[in-house]
Every structure is written in structure tokens, then in C-alpha cells.
């Protein structure tokens, strides 16, 4: 499984951006999906989840009524999209997946992105 993430950049306090991340898999469907984020000097934390079928989804409590992932089966892609963004947001995201079977929407990723950077100014 490899994961291509993207859409990072630098946003003012307030705004919204969108990541995604492209998958190239075979059985997309098969696999739970989800976001992380890596703040300087801090350790990666989870950020949100998906189910394989979409229909279930899950958020750290810091980002809840906020930021909103979906994903398309049909092009291999999950999105985040951020609104609402503090400066506290700033952190690199990584996308992850795993079989759906082999974790939860928060625990148990096996496969990861390269990372996009989020930089948010107050």
C-alpha cells in the first residue's frame, strides 16, 4: 500500500484547507483510513478516522465539529477537510490505513504517507 498525501500549506487562523491523500491499492474498500499529525516537538497524534465503508468515522476530541474526512472508494482517496483552523493545528498530517479487520479508527495502522505540512499563522 502506498499513500500520497497533499494539499498542506499556510493558512491564517479562521480559515479552511482540504488534504488528500491517494492510495495505490487494489482493494481500497478493504481498508480503514485515517489522519494523523506530528506538531514540532511533539509526538504523532491520531486526528480521524474512517471506516472502509464510509459510513463510520471518528475524531480526536481537539478537532471535533471541525475538521470532517470522507473518502471515495471509487478513486482511491481520503480527504480532511479543516475548518475553523488554530494556530495549534500546525503539524505535519500523514494518512494511514489498515485492513480493516486489524484495528480501529484510531489504533492499529500499518501503512503510512510521506506527510503534508500544515502551517498555521495567528
Known amino acids: 500500500v502506498q499513500l500520497q498525501a497533499s494539499g498542506g500549506g499556510l493558512v491564517q487562523a479562521g480559515g479552511s484547507l482540504s488534504l488528500s491523500c491517494a492510495a495505490s491499492?487494489?482493494?481500497?474498500?478493504?481498508?480503514?483510513m485515517g489522519w494523523f499529525r506530528q506538531a514540532p516537538g511533539k509526538e504523532r497524534e491520531f486526528v480521524a478516522g474512517?471506516?472502509?465503508?464510509?459510513?463510520?468515522?471518528f475524531y480526536a476530541d481537539s478537532v471535533k465539529g471541525r475538521f470532517t474526512i470522507s473518502r471515495d472508494n471509487a478513486k482511491n482517496t481520503v480527504a480532511l477537510q479543516m475548518n475553523s483552523l488554530k494556530p495549534e493545528d500546525t503539524a505535519v498530517y500523514y494518512c494511514?490505513?489498515?485492513?480493516?479487520?486489524?484495528?480501529?479508527?484510531?489504533?492499529?495502522?500499518?501503512?503510512w504517507g510521506q506527510g503534508t505540512e500544515l502551517t498555521v499563522s495567528s
Open positions: 494511514a490505513a489498515h485492513l480493516y479487520y486489524r484495528g480501529s479508527l484510531d489504533k492499529g495502522y500499518d501503512y
Open positions: 491499492v487494489r482493494t481500497f474498500s478493504s481498508y480503514t
Open positions: 474512517i471506516s472502509w465503508s464510509g459510513d463510520m468515522t
